[in-house]
């Protein structure tokens, strides 16, 4: 199947600062991909959809001036968690979907974020 | 979106086979079922997907009834390594859309 990278898989940083998350479609062009949070014991929650060469759209309640999301070429969308604070400590998932038939939606291993 | 119900979590045995039903009254026509799989601190792994009758990959097999209101996603003599949470999804075709992800199964393989 398709592979869907993401840089870091980990990351500690302190409060305030700025974090940035990369996810790139190796084998594959994405026009879309999408954002995810997901706290512990619980189940993915949609944040933004990433759209090449346009703005973002973000879930309700979302802030999108906290998560900037860029995604400049088919191949790489950004997200940059801003002035980061302990509540952003998540694991924070990508996917993109892969053309053809049934147009599966592949995800990247996520990034573990902890603010301290 | 038609919405998912799948069991919260479900207890195996190594070897046995493992059977995961669930249910989507609401489904469209243009919907159709796709499993995915996760291990902690990990992104979901594509397992399956399906419109109607029954689909068989190297992992799994998809059975689906001709109202479609429900899937079972059959796993064959599960090792220790499937303990995973499974999630259904019902997806649009050719929708590009985000997924919904519902709460998922937590199958726990016992030695």
């Known amino acids: 199947g398709a592979v869907v990278s993401q840089h870091p898989s980990r990351v500690i940083c302190k409060s305030g600062t700025s974090v940035k998350i990369e996810c790139r479609s190796l084998?594959?062009?994405?026009?879309?991909m999408f954002w995810y949070r997901q706290f512990p014991k619980k189940s993915l929650m949609l944040m933004a959809t990433?759209?090449?060469?346009?703005?973002?759209?973000?879930e309700q309640g979302v802030e999108k001036d906290k998560f900037l999301i860029n995604h400049a070429s088919l191949t790489l969308s950004t997200l940059t968690v801003t002035s980061a604070h302990p509540e952003d400590s998540s694991f924070y998932i990508c996917?993109?979907?892969?053309?053809?038939?049934?147009?599966?939606?592949?995800f990247g291993p996520g990034t573990r974020l902890l603010v301290l | 979106l038609a919405k998912t119900t799948q069991p919260i979590s479900m207890d195996s045995y190594e070897g046995q086979e493992v059977n995961i039903t669930c249910s989507h009254n609401?489904?469209?026509?243009?919907?159709?079922i796709t499993w995915y799989q996760q291990f902690p601190s990990q992104g979901p792994r594509f397992i399956i997907q399906?419109?109607?009758t029954k689909v068989t990959n190297e992992v799994a097999s998809l059975f689906i009834p001709a109202d479609r209101k429900s899937s079972t996603l059959s796993l064959p003599r599960v090792s220790l390594s499937d303990t995973a949470v499974y999630y259904c999804?019902?997806?649009?075709?050719?929708?590009?859309?985000?997924?919904?992800f519902g709460s998922g199964t937590r199958l726990q393989v016992q030695p």
């Open positions: 996917s993109a979907t892969a053309s053809g038939i049934q147009e599966t939606q592949y």
């Open positions: 084998d594959f062009q994405a026009t879309t």
């Open positions: 990433s759209n090449e060469g346009s703005k973002a759209t973000y």
């Open positions: 609401n489904i469209a026509t243009n919907d159709y």
């Open positions: 399906g419109y109607k």
């Open positions: 999804l019902v997806v649009v075709i050719g929708g590009r859309r985000a997924l919904t």
